[in-house]
């Protein structure tokens, strides 16, 4: 396939953030390699870019995670002002 060579960059990149969601030290760097691990999947949802259902599947992930990041930012904030 011509699509080929970004199929691997896209999935290598979200290993990469999984990596450094494992090794993360804090809560900065495990929101930053969570996000950089959950876009490209996004990313990977919409790949035949021909298919309807694979756009609509990636609008709801990119809706759901914003949605979901947003929380994750608010209950770090809650625990940053606890502490």
Known sequence: ?????EFFM???S???GMFFMISSGNLLMF???LELSTIPIAA???FDLEKKRSS???MKMI????FSSGILLFGISLVYGST
């Open 63 to 66: 809706l759901s995670s914003a």
């Open 14 to 16: 979200s290993l990469l």
């Open 1 to 5: 396939s011509a699509h080929l060579p």
């Open 44 to 46: 990977l949802a919409n």
């Open 31 to 33: 929101y930053l390699a």
């Open 56 to 58: 609509e599947a990636a």
């Open 10 to 12: 896209l999935m290598l």
